[in-house]
């Protein structure tokens, strides 16, 4: 038996016949929230940033200078948020806006 004997259905969106779990892969990406950085990459979870200005963090009293290297970052869900870990600061939320990816 081959694997062409998947269903095949018609996606609306683009007007072509395509196999049944290529719909639902393409679904589910577009469900997904695409974050960009600055630059326009997108970015993925254990990306690395560099900063593309200087920010002051609120609540732990220091700035973290442009060209600062934020490793493995996390994504949120929200297309501007992302988590990121730097020494000295718990919890770190950055705006993709103010990042590069490396």
Same mark, same amino acid.
């Not at 609306?12 to 779990?21: F, K, R, T």
């Given at each position: 038996? /081959?694997? /062409?004997?998947?269903?095949?259905?018609? +996606?609306?969106?683009?007007?072509?016949?395509?196999?049944?779990?290529?719909?639902?892969?393409?679904?589910?990406?577009?469900?997904?929230?695409?974050?960009?950085?600055?630059?326009?990459?997108?970015?993925?979870?254990? +990306? &690395?940033?560099?900063?593309?200005?200087?920010?002051?963090?609120?609540?732990?009293?220091?700035?973290?200078?442009?060209?600062?290297? =934020?490793?493995? =970052?996390?994504?949120?869900?929200?297309? &501007?948020? =992302? +988590?990121?870990?730097? +020494?000295? =600061?718990?919890?770190?939320?950055?705006?993709?806006?103010?990042?590069?990816?490396?």
């Amino acid at each position: 038996m /081959s694997g /062409s004997d998947e269903d095949y259905v018609y +996606d609306e969106e683009s007007g072509e016949w395509m196999a049944a779990s290529e719909l639902a892969a393409k679904q589910a990406a577009a469900g997904a929230v695409e974050v960009r950085d600055a630059v326009g990459n997108l970015l993925a979870d254990g +990306d &690395q940033v560099t900063l593309i200005k200087d920010l002051e963090v609120k609540g732990a009293g220091q700035t973290l200078k442009r060209g600062t290297l =934020i490793k493995s =970052i996390r994504l949120t869900g929200d297309a &501007q948020e =992302i +988590d990121c870990r730097y +020494d000295g =600061i718990k919890g770190l939320v950055l705006r993709a806006e103010f990042v590069k990816k490396r």
